[in-house]
């Protein structure tokens, strides 16, 4: 009767073993010449080789191929979405433990100071990137190349290819890129906010790719208002403490990455109203329609 339990706390410990206290976790560090992708250069080629294959790739098939013939891909959006949504969820995961893990570690260091939530948003001046919660910051940041897979899916399949998708597969491998190379606080939050978002945003986009029933609301756009607000909220803490708490380490890298994320927000909530107008005048036009016959 007491082997099932000892053989999941057993499970339960591996598991945390692996994702916060692994050497290759504890002992991780950013370093340009050894961490894969860890230049400015290397940054900036694969957007620019990014932006330039999905315009070429779009081009290409406006000029070759008809509008109203996608090309057929098969279960390969499909297996990328669970990808993504299984690698999401570990690394949520991974950030959770490594966060309780580096706290209890570290917590004796801050004295009176500072609080776990004070942490959480803002790493004390001197931060090297090193350690749990960096290695996971570093997998969050490779995931992003991965994300950028779906840009291609959507061009192949609807012809589609606009200034807002680009830039919003393109954003977060640069702010991903500043967390870690200038230890900018706020990014423990900022990653398990937006990795709880992909692991249920893609889990839901793998459901509908086998073809089962859709959400009878915007779940995408709705999930994606939610991490914004929350992100917002944040963001005025990190502000509250640069300012009145004795200052944040990589601050210069969180005011360039707020204004990224007041454009995006802006952008996106441009083309959430556009959308809904759209569909509003669709939907009064049917009703019209409808009275009139």
């Given amino acids: 009767m007491q082997s099932q339990p000892s053989s999941s706390s057993s499970i339960l410990h591996r598991l945390n073993y692996i994702l916060s206290e692994h050497p290759t976790v504890v002992g991780f560090r950013w370093n340009h010449a050894q961490s894969w992708g860890a230049t400015w250069v290397f940054l900036f080629s694969f957007i620019s080789f990014y932006i330039a294959l999905a315009v070429t790739l779009h081009i290409l098939l406006l000029i070759f191929r008809s509008r109203s013939r996608p090309v057929p891909l098969g279960p390969i959006p499909a297996l990328h979405s669970l990808f993504m949504s299984i690698i999401s969820a570990i690394i949520l995961a991974g950030t959770l433990t490594s966060t309780v893990a580096e706290i209890r570690d570290t917590r004796w260091l801050w004295g009176r100071t500072r609080t776990p939530i004070q942490w959480l948003l803002c790493f004390p001046l001197g931060t090297r990137p090193s350690g749990r919660v960096f290695f996971w910051s570093y997998v969050f940041y490779l995931s992003r190349y991965l994300h950028v ?134 939907m009064e036009t049917t009703t019209t329609n409808g009275k009139i016959d």
């Fill in 149 to 282: 897979i779906r840009t291609f899916f959507t061009i192949l399949r609807r012809r589609r290819l606009s200034l807002f998708h680009l830039f919003a597969n393109s954003v977060p491998m640069m702010m991903s890129f500043l967390w870690l190379e200038f230890s900018q606080s706020f990014q423990v939050l900022e990653i398990v906010f937006t990795s709880f978002t992909y692991s249920v945003v893609y889990g839901y986009r793998f459901w509908t790719e086998l073809g089962l029933p859709t959400a009878s609301f915007p779940l995408v756009a709705n999930i994606q208002i939610i991490l914004l607000g929350l992100n917002l909220i944040c963001h005025c803490g990190v502000l509250f403490l640069q300012v009145w708490g004795g200052g944040c380490n990589g601050i210069g890298a969180w005011i360039f990455n707020s204004i990224i994320n007041g454009a995006f927000l802006f952008m996106f909530m441009n083309s959430f109203v556009k959308v809904r107008w759209i569909r509003k005048k669709a």
